[in-house]
Nanobody
Framework: QVQLVESGGGLVQAGGSLRLSCAAS????????AGWYRQAPGKERELVAG???????TYADSVKGRFTISRDNAKTTVYLQMNSLKPEDTAVYSC?????????????WGQGAQVTGSS
């Protein structure tokens, strides 16, 4: 069973930076498309940033200009660089990726990483 593992979460003061990483337990998985989502307590999960197979990137309006999604050249790791963090960025951040399987498209999710922005 392929798993996605996020790392890099933590506690940071307002205005600080963190970088999240997402890698797969299988070396054969490629992040041709991927997304970073977050869910704050009492709120629905929302898309923070996404990158598709063509390299097109989208961001939530709330993070534009502060967050950057990227992947390494081998597409084995996806990153989320978060700058100028705000207390309202506090949430559990999860990565996902759609993968084509013989039975169809399967969406893999990571277990999530806590990001806390303190005021």
């Amino acid at each position: 069973q392929v798993q996605l593992v996020e790392s890099g979460g933590g506690l940071v003061q307002a205005g600080g930076s963190l970088r999240l990483s997402c890698a797969a337990s299988s070396p054969s998985l490629r992040f041709n498309a991927a997304g970073w989502y977050r869910q704050a307590p009492g709120k629905e999960r929302e898309l923070v940033a996404g990158i598709n197979s063509g390299g097109t990137i989208t961001y939530a309006d709330s993070v534009k200009g502060r967050f950057t999604i990227s992947r390494d050249n081998a597409k084995t790791t996806v990153y989320l660089q978060m700058n100028s963090l705000k207390p309202e960025d506090t949430a559990v951040y999860s990565c996902n990726t759609p993968q084509e399987r013989p039975w169809g498209t399967h969406i893999y999710w990571g277990q999530g990483a806590q990001v806390t922005g303190s005021s």
